[in-house]
Each structure stands twice: as structure tokens, then as C-alpha cells.
């Protein structure tokens, strides 16, 4: 290959370069609405996982009906005011209409003072949270830090059965997508002391399985709650 047959490829991939800069660029500016309105739906997803977040923490240390009757109630009002929003996700309308119904659900288990049915109640949100975000085009990297709480909250659901096989996976696997946060390259955007001791409290919890004792399960399990709402 010449000199000059060199030149004109270097100049094409140098052309090739700014094309692609210049058309991100463009659609980026021909979007910002789509980002911003991604942006504000995030947060709204992130309102309704911490409330139910909060609340399944409630009833895992504790059987304050009062409470969870008026933070299903705040959860209520706060889902009537942004579904029009989330209808603008790209996924069926049953899983919005599924939503009011487990809210629904929710409250009538609180109303009974059902503590194992309000549990799962709230595990059914969780993951139905979990749909949103998936089908939202922002920040797919905290995910790894939502499905983490999802899975030590279904660890607490199945140690109330004793089911300890099944305890023990969930926590395994909420470890795991905390370590994919330690491993990734958005690592350094999260506080690093704070996604460490979770990591610990978690591992820490898994170690006392084999010994199938539930109340120091449950000193475990609290202090990992505790870390893991810090991050």
C-alpha cells in the first residue's frame, strides 16, 4: 500500500469519526425532552421502590399497622399521580393496571394485620418495580443495587417458613448483584464505603445459615437492611 492510498484512508476514518460525534451529538440535541422525561419517570420508579422498600422493612421488624396503613396510603396518592407518566413506558398496560390491584391487595392485608400476606404483598411490588426500570432507559447501572434489595427482602419472606435452602439463594444472589457493582466500571459513581459494608453485612448473613437459627438470623438480617438502605 502507497503513501497516498495511507493518506486517504487515514482522512476517511478521520471523516468517519466526526460523522458519528457530529450525529450523536444531533440526536442528543434533538432529544432532550426524551431524557428528561426518562430522567423524571426514574425518579418516580425510585419514589415507589424506597416507599415500598420502607415499608417491607417496617414489617420485618415490626407490626406497626398504624404506620403501614398510612405509608400505603402516601403510596396511593403518589401512584395515582404518576401513572399517566409510566403509561409512556413501552410495556403492556395490564402490568400498570396489575400495580393498583396489588396496591389494593396490600391494603387489605394491612387492614387484617396479616404479617407474612403484607410481605408478600410488598415483594409483588418490588418486582413489579423491578418491570419498570427494566423497559427505562436511564441508569441500568443501580439496577444491580435494586435487584440486591429485592433478593434479601425475599430472603427474610422465606426464613419465615424456615425454608433455609431457599433463604440462602436469595441472599447468595443479593450478594452477587452488589459484587457486580464492586466489579463494574460505575463502582467509583456510588459511595465505595457504603456499597462495601453492605457487601459485608451481606455475606455475613449468608455464613450464619447452616445454623438455621432464626433470631440471629434476624439480628443479621436487620443489619443488613440497615447497610444496604445507606447505599
Known sequence: MNKKNVKIIIILVIFI???????LFLIKKDNPQKSTNNEKIYYEIKFLE???FEMSSTISNSEDWQNLQGQAIVLYNFWNSCILDLNSLNIEKKYLTDFGNMLDNLFVTIQNKDRLAVMNSLSDLYKQVLLYYENLDYDKASLNISYSKYN???????????NWTITYEYIKKSSEYLLNIIASENYSKYSQYNINQAYISVKELESIINSKNINVFNIKFNIAIKKISNI
Open 17 to 23: 469519526i466526526l460523522f458519528v460525534i457530529i450525529t
Open 152 to 162: 434479601l427482602l425475599m430472603s427474610k419472606i422465606s426464613s419465615e417458613s424456615l
Open 50 to 52: 424506597d416507599s415500598i
